[in-house]
């Protein structure tokens, strides 16, 4: 279920950066997005990250799309925190004068996501304004609130962003390290070449040399 | 259709006389339920296809066979990782907003009624009271979508932590 990698192609090394992720992508990258994300955005970040590679060999793109993947989750997690202050609101509120008899948390939750986007009605900001009077809080107070309750939360997130930095460190660090690997290779067989080529020259020489 | 207050208090009155399954594939079954990611089982990563076909992919950069296998291993560990990661952020333990908002004390009357049939004792009623308030608590005390999502979520982190560690000193090996 969780293992689910599907191969592509053998990617050609001289193959253009943008070929060469895209049959790359199905088997490391195959972007999982919630519904509301743009692929296109994913893969425009990836793309500019790919770019930036010297020497863009099978193994560095692959570990480029990971670091792709721990930006876009830094990204969801940021969000989330926001979201986790807008949850324990409308908790906050949902128990605030008469409502604390019914509880009815999603309704108060959805009208205060949409009152905080700006898109609410004037019933429902109303309504929203009221529950705030009857609690006797502003709006500013009432996130102070939220965000004492939600702390616990908020730190879990902090930690989840941490993660992904510490994550996209190690994979910087393995990408310098196959960079430079790849470098002292070529290196070292130009070396041999230039070796071998002297070699021949001396042994053409060494030839030449003989007295008939 | 939507059941009644009355219908579905009812239902978990009985489920709480439920003795667990009795067929052995509802042994089976409930023998998962516990199952949350699967991290924890020992992956085969080298009899896959995908394994081999990764090897022949990383052999291009001139590494030793041997470190091409530890970078292909570490590469489909963390694979796995991060699909669990994201299985668990996309499907957080559901809401119960039956319980998270239903009114203990204007329960009584409900709860009383059904256990008078059976003949109960008034303390019946109220330790059914405490169990569904305890219950009730919890609920509320796991918070919203986002709140759950988040301490799932952060139960993954050392595996995510061992998945990257593996993986980079597969590649930063001489």
């Known amino acids: 279920m969780l293992y689910n990698i599907h191969f592509c192609a053998y990617v050609d090394v001289a193959m253009p950066v943008e070929d060469k992720s895209k049959s790359l992508l199905p088997f490391l990258s195959s972007p999982k997005l919630l519904p509301n994300e743009s692929e296109a955005e994913f893969q425009s970040g990836l793309q500019s990250l790919l770019s930036e590679l010297d020497n863009p060999s099978p193994l560095a793109v692959a570990l480029v799309s990971q670091l792709n993947e721990s930006l876009w989750w830094i990204r969801r997690h940021t969000v989330d925190k926001e979201l986790l202050l807008h949850e324990a609101m409308a908790r906050l509120l949902s128990k605030a004068g008469s409502y604390s008899e019914t509880y009815d948390n999603r309704k108060v939750s959805e009208a205060l996501e949409r009152y905080l986007d700006g898109r609410a009605d004037k019933d429902e900001a109303e309504w929203i304004d009221e529950i705030l009077a009857e609690s006797k809080l502003t709006l500013s107070d009432l996130r102070v609130r939220a965000f004492k309750d939600a702390a616990r939360h908020i730190k879990m997130v902090d930690d989840l962003i941490h993660r992904q930095h510490q994550t996209m460190r190690h994979l910087q660090r393995s990408i310098d390290s196959i960079d430079y690997k790849s470098r002292l290779i070529k290196r070292m067989d130009l070396e041999l070449a230039a070796l071998e080529s002297k070699q021949s020259v001396k042994g053409v020489l060494s030839l030449g040399d003989k007295p008939s | ?174």
């Open chain 2, 1 to 174: 259709m939507a059941i009644s207050h009355r219908r579905s208090l009812a239902n978990r009155c009985n489920a709480l006389k439920s003795t667990g399954p009795r067929s052995v594939s509802g042994k089976s079954a409930s023998s998962q339920n516990s199952r949350k990611h699967g991290l924890n089982s020992a992956p085969d990563f080298e009899s896959s296809i995908e394994y081999q076909k990764l090897v022949d992919l990383i052999a291009e950069e001139g590494l030793s066979a041997f470190v091409c296998a530890d970078i292909a291993a570490g590469l489909l560990n963390y694979r796995r990782v991060m699909d669990a990661y994201y299985d668990t952020y996309t499907n957080p333990e559901p809401v119960n907003e039956f319980m998270r908002d239903m009114s203990v004390k204007g329960s009584m009357p409900i709860f009383r009624e059904m256990l008078s049939e059976s003949g109960s004792e008034p303390d019946d009623v109220r330790d059914m009271a405490a169990f569904f308030a305890g219950m009730q608590r919890q609920e509320r005390r796991k918070g919203g979508p986002v709140s759950r999502r988040t301490t799932d979520t952060h139960k993954l982190i050392r595996y995510q932590r061992n998945g990257i560690a593996r993986l980079s000193r597969a590649v930063r090996q001489d």
